[in-house]
């Protein structure tokens, strides 16, 4: 199995525009940015989803991504950034290692809203409350 590419930037193996690192996250730009300064903020623990990784990963990868929101936003002169996960293949996640992105966006960047991702029907409204006590049956 080939390793883990974002595993081979935390050990140093392959170059990054790193600019942060802690104990237990790094964030690094983007190598094929969606806009200027599209950060990728990984959690060192290699988890593949964000459901599995361990809950004070969860916590330290979210404080990490808080911290670097502002100044992003900052040096980019953007008024917003997306942050997104996708969390699986067939959300879009092309690395198997848990990465938040953080988008800057700015006016006329011909960027869309989440509800843009999906062209399919989505469910009728009839259907919501099903789903809610489908999940909450789960927990």
Known sequence: MDPCIFCS????????????EDKDTMAFLDVNPISPGHTLVIPKHH??????????????L??????????????????????AFNNGIEAGQEVPHVHCHIIPRFPQD????????????????????TIAESIKNLM
């Open 47 to 60: 988890c593949s989803k964000l459901n599995e990784l361990p809950p004070q990963d969860v916590v330290s």
């Open 9 to 20: 930037i935390i050990e140093g193996d392959i170059p990054s525009h790193s600019i942060y």
């Open 110 to 129: 011909g960027g869309r809203s989440i509800h843009s991702l999906l062209e399919k029907p989505q469910p009728p409204l009839t259907k919501l409350s």
């Open 62 to 83: 979210t404080k990490t991504i808080h911290s670097l929101i502002g100044p992003i936003e900052r040096a980019l002169g953007a008024n917003a950034t997306t942050i």
